[in-house]
């Protein structure tokens, strides 16, 4: 029997890869129910007659009229604006992609969980800008949720082994970025095409600049203690440039146990959809004869400081969180569009953070998705006025 497969932000890297192992699967084994973009509606149409969907929903409205023209006479059904990926989301289906970039995808995500479908979350902001309330909605709802980030995927495949009992910590690996070795003076003049030069990983731009600026670390330091219920003394972080081992737990006999593979998001993806089977991937298989070395580090949090704020709003708590994931989306946008110094992003996050601390709900969780959405706006706008007054 077919299984329903939806897949929000299709037309992005994680979504471009999960309908690559969809589209490898035999004949009949899936049956894509919705896909979603934001602007991009020549690649949402292409996808959508090429996996015949039912349903596509583009949230941004500038493109409707290309997409309805592009898929007149085709029967595929076509919402608009955020609603309709909510729409999109909540519609039945087994499993769901969660591929959206941003705290823009926690409503369709949570849509999805509420379904109680099998939920595959590539999107870490969700957890960042909302955990207690997001774990609180799966909690609810049954929903299964399966992380894709390749660290936390690595994670749940190896207390998926091992039941976890006797967990002393978890190990998430970094790759640390196309940055690494760069000098604090190199890196106050680099640009937005030197930060998306992942030595690793392709990806799609705001997680690059992510990695760049190691916030991604620190967004999934945030995404790996809600996900597996450790406090921030208990999820370090190591720098591996290799990114072969994609993440760890130690126990408390001194045990460390890794799930490896080859950096390609098919694996974590693949694991995710056939949960709990596995299924094929067409990966480059790992030749640990053919390996030059695996090396591991202690991250820089002088010259990444990204990492620190992360840790401080997870262990301040509540809407800390919600305020870093925020401010630092506005700080990213605004390097890609060369307004501010790549410096400039951590250093922005910090004061946004600075100016929202005083707040009698900054360490408290937000309690609706209504305030998730509130707070998220107030730290965006804060982190508008502080750019303008760079
Ligand atoms: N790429 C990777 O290898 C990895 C990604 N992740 C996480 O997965 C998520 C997706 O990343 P990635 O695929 O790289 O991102 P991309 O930028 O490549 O794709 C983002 C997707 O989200 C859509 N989108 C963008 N903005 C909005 C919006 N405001 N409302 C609705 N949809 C929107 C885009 O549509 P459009 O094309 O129209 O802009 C696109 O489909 C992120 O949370 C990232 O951190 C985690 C691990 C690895
Ligand atoms: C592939 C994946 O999971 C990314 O989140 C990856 O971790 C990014 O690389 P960094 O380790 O450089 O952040
Ligand atoms: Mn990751």
Known sequence: MSRKISVLGSTGSIGDSTLDIIGRAEDGAFDVVALTANRNSKKLAEQAVKFNADFVAL??????????????G?????????????????????FTMAAIIGAAGLEPTLAAVDQGHHVGLANKECL??????????????GAKLLPVDSEHNA???????????????LILTASGGPFRETSLDVLKTVKPSDALAHPVWDMGAKISIDSATLMNKGLELIEAAYLFSRPSSEVDVVVH????????????????????????????????????????????RLDLTKL???????PDTTRFSALRLARDALEAGGQAMCVLNAANEIAVAAFLREEIAFLDIPRLVERTLDS?????????PNASVEAAIDCDGAARATATELIAGL
């Open 128 to 141: 960042v800008c909302a955990g207690d309330l997001f774990m609180a909605r799966v909690a609810a709802s």
């Open 241 to 284: 440039p290799q990114s072969i081992v994609h993440s760890m737990v130690e126990y408390i006999d001194g045990s460390v146990l890794s799930q490896m593979g080859s950096p390609d998001m098919r694996t974590p993806i693949a694991y995710a959809i056939g949960w709990p089977a596995r299924m094929e991937a067409p990966v480059e």
């Open 74 to 94: 085709t029967g595929i059904e076509i919402g608009i604006g955020p609603q309709a990926l909510i729409e999109a989301a909540a519609r039945p289906a087994d």
């Open 356 to 364: 929202h601390a005083k707040a009698a709900c900054f360490t408290k």
């Open 155 to 169: 994670i749940f495949q190896v207390l998926e082994a091992d039941a976890p009992k006797g967990v002393r910590r």
């Open 59 to 72: 949230a941004d409205p500038a493109n409707e009229g290309d997409l309805r023209a592009r898929l007149s």
């Open 292 to 298: 030059s070395g695996l090396t591991f580090f202690e």
